[in-house]
Every structure is written in structure tokens, then in C-alpha cells.
């Protein structure tokens, strides 16, 4: 979230004016906060609340004020599979968005000269279009006449016989509907990277793969990490591609979250699921970013 | 953290559609009507007393306006202006100014939508809402639906039998049904006679073919999908046992476990028709008559499902009168031919079919308009479910179908 520092305190600076610049700066801070409060605290709180909620007694679909932590049990006990399916879509989605974004940003930052802006514009231009659409766009694409598919059929390449409504049609989804915030930071990251330490590289003999392993890509590391987090965390929480893309079998944690709170009403699990679905994200978050020892370089 | 951005929020209109779906526009018209389904992630209350509804103070003759939600495109469209000739007629005949709009893309996606308000006991803002039989009786059995005044309708006397005493609402005091339609087979009859060597589909055995294997799909709404298997199987879907619904249920796995069964959607079974990634499904009738004739409708030969939406005044409307005013103007003959003209869907209003004589005579014979009573007795109304058993067996069948 967005954290604005007051910046008190600069040394030297008369006492008075400092404390009165303190003041302005928590001012400032005001809306920040209030916005957080309003949309973010106060809904959350709400969310854990209904997440304990129980049953009111023989009335099916009330819920009522409890403490039912046996609606996280219950949940996991049952929408496990979903879980552990959306941490492998998504992380497979992030792989490859990484693996398709980062020569595209690196062409953009380097190469791409007078080209760039346009470039960039291109990336973003999907974006213009509404997210559904262009996932249902997806479908078009990889329908069972299409070209794709009947091009990889003829190679007897799929054993299914088809992309579209399976796991690999909701992976490639995923991966282009959010590949744009993957190469976003990795542009912005390598666009600032010194092009003569590269060149100091090679001018002290190292090939160009040692420069890129030890100039280039350690240099570029806070773009990776936050294009990662950027991909992976709405990739998996995602329902859209799984339900337009995907099958019977192929459905993530977010479906489990949408048919508990429209189809069955259920509240207190599709609550329970989503705070589930939030923590674990936080988790691996930290772990990623602890792992990566990146708290520096971001 | 799941729901990141608007668009995924407005997508829950064209991925939900799982119920009664009006015609293929819908996937256009779903996106935008969506974003409300935030509301539903509202906390849910506890304070609605199941029993009579409460009613308003009835400003309809002081404020001549009336406020009307119902599913898009189910009503007559000039297709020209855009205007809807039928509605206008009303407004002028009445003098009363109408807000007709076409919110209602999903029952339980509408439900959520206003569930907060209602069980609080607040207006919605609508005088009358159109629902499914299903949820109509959900209505009424928790006092969200008004007594109508019978006297301000005397064309209500217009119902034809075949919806008269309806389990929730045995004297139709609280609803007066608007369209039906068929849950029933169809397909692209060139890609099945390819497939198995017949233009025409009957049967679930035929459906269930292994020549179809990933071809075919099923509609999301339990009761469709449902009905259809458990007649199937032999069962009464208008009356039946927890054993014949599991029955059902194992013929569904077992369907869905060897990719048969491709997809269970909502009304996105129209686009993959088309494209031909799906060659035959479970669908809606009105939906598919759309298609045009390189495609086949038909009741399955063991009986396909009717489901009726009905009109209805919710608690604390205020424009009640006016409400009651347009149900008693939209069951004049005439109009109702009008819109069932354009909507192909069955009317339930009595005098429509020789009314459509004047209108458009090709339409009077046709079964999906005007059924037959042979039609109709292969077809059959979803049992009424207790809440609990609404809750158990969207459950079953939800996790028969994904998971």
C-alpha cells in the first residue's frame, strides 16, 4: 500500500518548522489512511467475522455471530485439491510470463531505440480491452478447429486432443492475461541499468552470457521479484480463465470462493477460503522475498 | 485479494450465468450488470422473519412511475429504435412512466445482489422483479414477495391451467408467471450425423455416446441438468427420493470423470455450439431456437424440464398498484402474443395463440411457443425443495461437476 513518509526531522532544520512540516506530513497521510480504513480494515474485519459465523438453527442459509473456527477445517478439508491446483497454475503462469517477458523487456531497454514508446504502448494496449473479453477471446483462439489446435493435432502432440477446457488452456490464460505486469518492472528495472558496466564486462573478457549472469540479471533482480509477485498473487487467486478456459477439472480456489458465496450462499466458508487464499499468499510472499534477500534491493 | 479488479468482479455476470439465461446477447449484456455482485460479499444479517411481507405506504397514484426488473432482451425490442413497443404502449395507456430494467442476468446472482436490503427489511428500489420458480418460492417462504391485489389484475383470470397451482404459490396470490421455457437436447446436426450417424438427437444414450467423448456439454443449473438425468433413470424429477438424486449424481460423475462431458456451463454452451468445439448439450430452449437451422432442439424422448419466471412485487415496493397494473396489461392476449412473438419463449396466457394469428400466423403452430398438451406432458417442473435440500443437492452436484 501506499506509504508516505513524513519527513521530519531533517537535521538542522530549526525545531519548530520541523515539528509544524510533521504535522502537514501525517495531514497528507490522512486520506491514505481513511481509504485504507474504509476499504480495506473495516471490509477485512467484516470478513474474518463472517468467517466464524454459524448456522442459525433450523433456518438453512442464515448465519449468524459465532466463533465456528471449525469453518476453516471444514473448508480446507474439502477445497484443499483447489488450492494446491491454483498454486501450481499460477506458478507455472508465472514461470512462463517470466520466461516470455524478460527478453521482450530487455529488447524494449536496449534495443528497441526510437521504437520504445511504442513498444511499451503495445504492451499495455491489451489492457484497454476488458479482461473478460479478452479471455473469451482466448477461447476463439484455442477452439478445436482453430488453427492452434489443429496445427498441434496433426503433430499428435496433444493427448487430449484439445486446449481449450483443460489445465493448459486456464495456465496459458492466466499467463497472458497478466504477462503485462510482469514486463512492466522488468523494463522499468533493466531501463535503468548503466549500459557501460556492461561494457566494463566485457571489456575485462568476460563472455557475454558471464556479463548477463553477473551484471545484468542480479541488477535486474528487484524487477523479477515484483513482476513475480505482481503475476503470481492475482494469477492465483484468478477464477475467470479457470471458468471460461478450463473444464470440470480444472477449477482454482477462486471458483470454490464464487460458488460458496453466490450459488450454495455460504458465506462463512467462501470467507473462510478467501482469508485461507490471503494467507498463504502472505506466507509465500514473505518466504519468496526472505529467499530471494531482496529486502535491499527493492 | 481475490478479486483484483472490476472486470473479475463484472465477469461473475458471463461466468455465473449458470441459471435460466435469455438468449446469447446475454454474454455482452452480463458484463456490465455485474459489478454489484460485490454487494454480495457484504456481511450476511440475520434479521428477516420468514411469513407475510411487509408492505409500504403505496405512492402509485401520487408518483406514477413504476420500477421493473427483469432478464435482457425478454421483452419485445423494436429492433430499429431500440424502444420497446409493448412497454411504451403501457406508459401511455397508463400515464405511468416505467423504469424497466434488465438486471436480472442470474437468480442467485440477483438474490445476492439484493439479499442484504431484503433481509433487513429494506426497499430495493424495484416494484417488480422477475424470477425463477425456484427462487420465487425462496421469496415467498421468507416474506420478500407482497400478496397481490387479484382485483387491479382481472386478466390474471387469463393463466392457463398448466401454471395454475404451483406448489409455492397453490392460488398464485404472490406471482404471475411471465415465460417458460424447456431445459432440452440440442445440437449441430451436421457434427452429429458425422459423429454418430444420426441428424437427430432423442436420447441420453445418444448424448452419452463415446463418439461424442469431450464433445458434449451440460447446463450449470442444477435443476436442468438434474431433471433431465433423473427422468432418464426413470425417476419422477417432479417428485423424487434422495435415492434417485444420488442415482442421478453417480450417472453425472461417472460422465464427467471420463471426459464426456466437457464443460457444465451456463449459457456459454451457445458460443462453443457455434464454433464447434461442442457438438450437442443440455441447453435452454428459447437460446438455442436462435441458432437457426443448422441446429436441432428437441425434448429428450424419457422428458426434458419447464421452468416458469415469474412476476412478483417484492416487500416494501412502493409502487405496488402500478406493478399490478403492468401484470394485469402484460396478460391482455394480444400483448402477451406480442412478446412471445419476439422472445420465443412459451406465454402463459390464454387467448395468446389465436391473438398471434394477427401477428405473425407461422408462430401459432410452433411447440416452443404454443406447446401442445402432448409437449407439455414430457416435460416436467422441477420439484419444490426445502432450503435444506436445495443446499444439499446444489452441494452434490456442485461437487460432481468440479472439485
Not at chain 1, 487464499?277 to 527493492?298: C, H, N, Q, S
Not at chain 2, 431484503?118 to 416494484?127: F, P, V, Y
Request: charged share 15%; with cysteine; net charge negative.
Amino acid at each position: 500500500m501506499v506509504a508516505v513518509v513524513p519527513t521530519s526531522g531533517v537535521s538542522g532544520a530549526p525545531a519548530p518548522v520541523a515539528q509544524r512540516s510533521s504535522r502537514t506530513g501525517y495531514l497528507l497521510l490522512f486520506p491514505g489512511i481513511a481509504w485504507l480504513a474504509v476499504f480495506f480494515a473495516i471490509p477485512f474485519v467484516t470478513l474474518f467475522l463472517t468467517s466464524l459465523q454459524q448456522p442459525v438453527p433450523g433456518k438453512s442459509g442464515r448465519y449468524m455471530f459465532g466463533l465456528q473456527f471449525s469453518n476453516y477445517s471444514d473448508a480446507l478439508a474439502e477445497y484443499w485439491p483447489l488450492f494446491l491446483r491454483s498454486f501450481l497454475y499460477a506458478g507455472i503462469a508465472t514461470l512462463l510470463a517470466l520466461a516470455i517477458a524478460y527478453p521482450l523487456a530487455y529488447f524494449i531497454a536496449f534495443r528497441a531505440g526510437r521504437w520504445r514508446s511504442l513498444m511499451l504502448v503495445l504492451v499495455i494496449a491489451p489492457s484497454f480491452a476488458s479482461f473478460l473479453l479478452r479471455t473469451y477471446a482466448w477461447k476463439t483462439i484455442l477452439s478445436d478447429e482453430g488453427f492452434i489446435t489443429s496445427t498441434l493435432n496433426a503433430l499428435h502432440l496433444l493427448p487430449e486432443g484439445r486446449i481449450l477446457n483443460t489445465g493448459i488452456a486456464v495456465v496459458a490464460g492466466l499467463t497472458y492475461n497478466f504477462l503485462p505486469f510482469m514486463i512492466l518492472p522488468l523494463y522499468a528495472a533493466l531501463e535503468k541499468i548503466d549500459p557501460r558496466l556492461i561494457e566494463a564486462a566485457g571489456d575485462l573478457y568476460a563472455s557475454p552470457i558471464t556479463a548477463f549472469r553477473k551484471v545484468t540479471w542480479p541488477l535486474s533482480l528487484p524487477g523479477v521479484v515484483a513482476g513475480t509477485l505482481l503475476t503470481f498473487i492475482p494469477a492465483m487467486g484468478d477464477y475467470i480463465n479457470a471458468a471460461l478456459l478450463g473444464s470440470t477439472g480444472n477449477r482454482m480456489i477462486g471458483n470454490a470462493i464464487q460458488i460458496n458465496f453466490i450459488q450454495f450462499r455460504d458465506y462463512p466458508t467462501a470467507s473462510a477460503l478467501s482469508f485461507v487464499l490471503m494467507a498463504g499468499i502472505l506466507v509465500l510472499v514473505f518466504t519468496y522475498i526472505r529467499r530471494a534477500g531482496t529486502e535491499d534491493l527493492v | 485479494m481475490t478479486m483484483q479488479r472490476p472486470e473479475m468482479i463484472a465477469a461473475l455476470a458471463g461466468t455465473m450465468r449458470s441459471s435460466v439465461s435469455r438468449r446469447r446477447l446475454l454474454q455482452v449484456a452480463g458484463i456490465g450488470s455485474a459489478a454489484m455482485v460485490a454487494a454480495a460479499c457484504g456481511a450476511g444479517g440475520d434479521s428477516g422473519t420468514a411469513g407475510e411481507a411487509a408492505s409500504a405506504e403505496d405512492l402509485s397514484d401520487t408518483d406514477k412511475t413504476l420500477n421493473w426488473s427483469n432478464w435482457p432482451l425478454y421483452i419485445d425490442i423494436d429492433d430499429a429504435t431500440g424502444s420497446r413497443p409493448s412497454l411504451e404502449a403501457f406508459q401511455e395507456q397508463a400515464g405511468i412512466a416505467v423504469t424497466y430494467t434488465e438486471d436480472v442476468n442470474d437468480n442467485n446472482e440477483f438474490f445476492a445482489k439484493v439479499r442484504t436490503q431484503l433481509e433487513q427489511g429494506q426497499d430495493i428500489g424495484r416494484d417488480i422483479v422477475v424470477l425463477t420458480d425456484w427462487m420465487a418460492a425462496l421469496w415467498i417462504e421468507n416474506g420478500y414477495a407482497q400478496k397481490l391485489n387479484l382485483e387491479l389484475i382481472p386478466n390474471s383470470a387469463n393463466l392457463l391451467p398448466a401454471w395454475q397451482g404451483v406448489s409455492f404459490d397453490p392460488n398464485r396470490e404472490y406471482t404471475l408467471p411471465w415465460q417458460s421455457g424447456f431445459g432440452a437436447f440440442g445440437w449441430n446436426k451436421s457434427a452429429l450425423q458425422s459423429a454418430i450417424g444420426s441428424e437427430t438427437l432423442s436420447s441420453l444414450d445418444q448424448l452419452f455416446d463415446p463418439a461424442l467423448k469431450g464433445r458434449i456439454t451440460v447446463l450449470s443449473e442444477m435443476r436442468d441438468t438434474m431433471g433431465i438425468l433423473m427422468a432418464y433413470q426413470g425417476a419422477d424429477p417432479t417428485n423424487f427420493t434422495d435415492d434417485d438424486f444420488s442415482k442421478a449424481i453417480e450417472l453425472l460423475t461417472q460422465q464427467v470423470d471420463s471426459g464426456q462431458i466437457r464443460q457444465v456451463t451456463g449459457n456459454d454452451y451457445i458460443a462453443a455450439l457455434e464454433t464447434g468445439d461442442v457438438i450437442a448439450v443440455i441447453g435452454w430452449s428459447g437460446d438455442m431456437i436462435q441458432l437457426g437451422e443448422d441446429f436441432g432442439v428437441a425434448l429428450p424422448e424419457t422428458g426434458g424440464t419447464l421452468w416458469t419466471d415469474n412476476m412478483l412485487v417484492p416487500a416494501l415496493a412502493q409502487h405496488k398498484k402500478n406493478g399490478e397494473l403492468a401484470m394485469n396489461y402484460y396478460y391482455d392476449p394480444v400483448v402477451a402474443a406480442t412478446v412471445a412473438a419476439y422472445v420465443q419463449y412459451i406465454t402463459p396466457v390464454k387467448g395468446a395463440k389465436e391473438a398471434m394469428a394477427e401477428i405473425d400466423p407461422a408462430l401459432v403452430e410452433n411447440q416452443w411457443i404454443f406447446p401442445s398438451d402432448e409437449t407439455l406432458s414430457n416435460a416436467y417442473v422441477f420439484m419444490t425443495l426445502t432450503p435444506e435440500q436445495n443446499e444439499k443437492y446444489e452441494r452434490e452436484f456442485q461437487s460432481a461437476i468440479g472439485n
